[in-house]
């Protein structure tokens, strides 16, 4: 089984980034591997409570759907604890998915994967 991870940085301000992390992590869990996202920097604002369903892009279903695809098909989440810091967002705001990790947990999770892919 491979390991796929995928560092989300980009944030509500550029939507058309935020939904290949999700989709490319279910499409790889559907194929038998683990996927994980590990959101950082203003990606973190993309897994506060209630923002994807704020969040649409074209013909695109809302990315509250997409992301609860991805978390139901076993995709990890994990949330940078120093960028929630940077942004001044407290713990209790992200969605219960989400573990909030700090940079040695990003550097184990990229040298175990055969794969990162930045967002």
């Known amino acids: 089984m491979a390991k796929i991870l995928y560092v989300q940085t980009s944030g509500p301000d550029t939507p058309e980034r935020l939904y290949a992390p999700f989709i490319l992590g279910a499409t790889a869990v559907n194929m038998g591997d683990e ?61 219960p998915e989400g573990v909030i990790a700090g940079g040695a947990t990003l550097n184990d999770l990229a040298l175990e994967a055969e794969a990162v892919l930045t967002f």
């Not at 604002?45 to 098909?73: I, S, T, Y």
């Open 35 to 95: 996927a994980a996202i590990f959101f950082m920097i203003k990606g973190v604002m993309v897994v506060k409570q209630g923002e994807a369903e704020k969040v649409g892009v074209g013909a695109f279903p809302p990315l509250a759907e997409v992301m609860r695809q991805a978390l139901d098909a076993g995709v990890k989440v994990y949330i940078c604890e120093q960028s929630t810091q940077l942004l001044g967002i407290p713990r209790g705001e992200f969605i």
